[in-house]
């Protein structure tokens, strides 16, 4: 293998140290956003967090714009992530419980990540955003796994027959996004468990699909189609 000369030492050096100083502007970003929330940060905060002058961090990210959606992007890719662990769950019902507590819980322990993923104006992370490009929409691959759940429960008959497995996947992530806005942003709910909530969520897709019961009469538990959910 031939010796690098010392031209391309210097290059190599110079991409390293422009790498090291993105990852240094993302990570003291993301400790703020963290900790006082998007709106807390400008450019003029974070190049005295890190002492660089804020003409150092325009050569990484032309705006906070460009930060938001970098920072949007990691938050999607550790969702996306965490639910790849749950893929090998054969049951999908249970994969689906799986997703969905770990979308809540991931919500919940990470709120101000997840405000600047689905809660801030969409506008404020696209500005780097090709009209073409492909990861404009991150949570698309998300939404896929969820669908695949989706798509085996039709195949083994355990939905309503009208209902289109992405349609479900779409309704269940609308469902999972109301419980963790109502719960960062409004405090005086009632403390129902965030389990109960998930289960309760997830009842409507894994009852039998022409179900009907006497007025006045509790509804049958299908147990037998989902996982024990207790509160962990």
Known sequence: MPRMGLQERRTEQRREQRQALRERILDVSREIVKREGFASLSMRKLA???????????????????????????????????????TTIADPAARLNA??????????????TYR?????PAGLAETAADAGDSTAEPGAATLLLIADAFV????ADRLPPHAAPTACAEGL???????????????????????TLVELSLDAWFAPANRTEPRGTEPRS???????TSTR
């Open 173 to 195: 992530w609308a469902n999972l996004h109301g419980i963790v806005a109502l719960k960062l942003n409004s405090a005086s709910l009632p403390e129902t468990p965030v389990a």
């Open 48 to 86: 005295e967090a890190i002492d660089y002058s804020p003409a150092a961090l325009y050569l990484h990210f032309r705006s906070r714009g460009e930060i938001a959606r970098a920072l949007r992007m990691e938050g999607h890719a550790r969702l996306r992530e965490t639910f790849l662990a749950y």
């Open 152 to 155: 085996e429960l039709r195949a």
């Open 99 to 112: 997703m969905a507590r770990a979308y809540v819980e991931f919500g919940l322990t990470e709120p101000e």
């Open 222 to 228: 299908n147990s037998a189609n989902r996982p024990d």
């Open 116 to 120: 600047l993923m689905f809660m801030e």
